[in-house]
């Protein structure tokens, strides 16, 4: 930070430097001091700009020729009564008036001064850098023979043999400019500071912002509009947005005052979605700028996004249009993982191994607003206590012997701002529930070895095939978490309960490039396959099918083909044995789905099933026991 004070009398210098000297200025940068009058102050004023001054101090004609030839502040040193008696006192006994010759009004009248000392003043006010004869010539018929004045005006009397005094500063005026100019350049230095800051952040957005004034003539055009658009800022601040951008819209934001304007573009295969403001100072409306987004390098950036996440394996592959949902259950299944994708409550899945409760899992995430965040699944039985720790928490460099260097991330960390599914949940360790339970309650995580914590932002699924009521009675489980857990929960019939879905199931199984390869399958297959009791679920009728087709050798799938397989796996067909629990099951299902449709009114749903609501209780009770 630097002043320049720029001297047109010697005498200014060395007051200047005395000024400087006495007093401190709570100034950080550089004061320097130089000479120079009118031209030469002006050559010394744009060397000082050049060098990096941030604010000018001169006085009187040499200060008003400065302030025409550099961009920054120029503070002039007033001229006082006390300046002004201190040349009355140099210039000695004068007889008549005296002339008072300066570029600018005083700040106090001279004449008035002049009453007060008993000496006449006459002022006399320079238009430009000279002084006419006229003027002098009027001067002298008042009786005017002692003038005084400033540099330039006792430069050019004295030209003309007149007797001029200069007019001195004092060091009270010359302080005063000081200060002023310190608290000018701190101003500008804030200002500096704001306008870098501001234009730091224009520049590296990664949106392509413009900006046009009243006059609808372009201000700002950063660098990523100039890659967007492939024109150069050059070319178009300062001229009519008009002619560069005809159907831009951010001239209809000067004409209204519409806050938003909102719209999409295509430019040579690039579509850009192009938010417009305008720029409002009070009740005014002083331009407009608009934020312009490539949605095609949105796109492209999302699309490498999701491939890394996707071989780091937190990409949920299965959607719910791939649920298979032929039967009731399934149908009522689809529509709660659609109802349950809207909310961001924790979803206990349960069901039988293999009913596909991940799929569900991945499903509700593909529905849900957090679909473009990771998905991020772990299976509590596969890992021990202490693994299973470190692999959802985290942990820090050294809290453990082989700990990794710079430590690791957790589960949850990598899951932010997506969902963690937490399979087979029941075998979750009590200590480790524990800490499950905080994250469920605080939504933040503390590595292993660590001293603070770290918010996460996720939803968590998650699914057992165990009765989580009989671990918790037991001492297995925690009520506590159990309760946090089944907010909403999703109950995967078998497939023995079903059936109507093992067709769709068969098909997509046979369409998959695995194995073999056949030509179809004959319906008497399906339905043998539909009698089946598939104690492994729809793992284990995939397990069959793939088995089935690579048999097959490109032939169709036949039922003596399903049936020869399915014996030499050890399983035999009963066609009758499930018929009872087919009808349990489509009860239960006719149940369920009139409950849903009322909202769980259950006297409503009662009442529309024909049965007592006692009776309905009953059902529901033993049903929840079963599983």
Not at 326 to 338: A, D, F, H
Not at 346 to 355: A, F, H, K, M, R
């Amino acid at each position: 930070m630097k002043i320049t004070i720029i001297a047109p009398l010697e005498n200014i210098a060395d007051t200047a430097r005395e000024v400087l000297t006495k007093q401190d200025f709570n100034w950080p940068g550089e004061i320097e001091i130089v000479a120079g009058l009118l031209e030469t102050g002006v050559k010394q004023a744009i060397r000082a700009e050049a060098g990096g001054t941030d604010v000018i101090i001169s006085r009187g004609a040499t200060a008003s020729l400065i302030a025409k030839h550099v961009d920054i502040p120029v503070v002039e040193i007033q001229v006082t009564a006390f300046d002004i008696l201190k040349a009355l006192k140099i210039a000695g006994h004068v007889s008549g008036p005296v002339g008072v010759v300066f570029m600018r009004r005083f700040l106090f009248e001279c004449e008035k001064l002049g009453e007060y000392i008993g000496v006449p003043i006459r002022e006399i006010f320079m238009e430009n850098e000279t002084i006419e004869e006229k003027t002098i010539e009027i001067a002298c018929k008042q009786g005017i023979s002692t003038f005084l004045g400033d540099a330039l005006s006792v430069k050019l009397l004295i030209e003309r043999g007149l007797n001029v005094v200069p007019i001195e500063s004092s060091a009270e005026s010359i302080s005063k400019a000081i200060i002023e100019a310190v608290n000018l350049a701190h101003v500008r230095r804030r200002e500096r500071e704001r306008a870098e800051l501001f234009r730091t952040i224009i520049e590296a957005s990664a949106d392509g912002i413009i900006a046009i004034d009243k006059n609808e003539q372009i201000t700002i055009f950063n660098q990523a509009l100039e890659r967007m658009y492939r024109i150069s800022r050059a070319e178009v601040i300062g001229k009519k947005i008009g002619r560069i951008f005809p159907d831009d819209g951010l001239r209809e934001c000067l004409m209204d005052d519409k806050a938003e304007r909102e719209s999409v573009r295509s430019v040579e295969n690039h579509v850009f979605a192009i938010k417009r403001i305008p720029i409002k100072l009070g009740e005014d409306t002083v331009g407009a700028i608009a934020n312009v987004q490539d949605v095609t390098q949105l796109q492209n950036f999302e699309q490498a996004v999701r491939q890394k996440l996707n071989k780091k394996g937190l990409v949920a592959k299965f959607h719910l249009e791939q649920l298979s949902a032929s039967s009731p259950q399934m149908k009522l299944i689809k529509e709660r993982v659609r109802l349950y994708a809207g909310n961001d409550a924790t979803v206990l899945i349960t069901g039988e191994s293999g009913t596909g409760k991940e799929r569900v899992a991945q499903s509700i995430h593909n529905v849900s607003q957090r679909q473009r965040g990771p998905f991020v699944a772990i299976n509590c039985a596969a890992l021990p206590e202490n693994l299973l720790e470190s692999e959802l928490f985290g942990y820090e460099e050294g809290a453990f012997t082989g700990a990794k260097k710079g430590g690791k991330s957790g589960l949850f960390e990598l899951a932010h701002g997506g969902t963690i599914f937490l399979d087979e949940i029941g075998e979750m360790p009590l200590a480790l529930q524990a800490r499950l339970l905080r994250v469920l309650q605080e939504k933040e995580v503390m590595r292993l070895g660590a001293d603070r914590v770290i918010p996460v932002n996720v939803r968590i699924l998650a699914a057992t095939n165990q009765d989580m009521m009989r671990l918790v009675d037991e001492k297995k489980f925690r009520v506590d978490l159990y309760y946090r857990l089944d907010v909403l929960r999703l109950h995967i019939p078998p497939l023995r309960e079903r059936i109507e879905d093992i067709p769709e199931l068969v098909r997509s199984f046979l369409g998959k490039p695995l194995g073999g390869h056949c030509s179809g399958i004959t319906e008497e297959a399906v339905k043998l396959l539909q009698k089946q009791y598939w104690r492994g679920n729809i793992r284990e009728l995939e397990n069959v099918m793939e088995r089935v087709k690579l048999l097959a050798g490109g032939r169709p799938i036949d039922e003596i083909m399903v049936r020869q397989e399915l014996a030499a796996c050890g399983q035999v067909v009963n066609e009758f044995a499930h018929e009872a629990a087919r009808s349990a099951v489509s009860e239960r299902c006719k149940i369920e789905q009139i409950l849903f449709e009322e909202k769980y009114n259950y006297t409503q749903a009662a009442k529309r099933l024909g049965m007592s609501r006692t009776t309905l209780w009953r059902k529901l009770r033993q049903w929840e026991k079963d599983e």
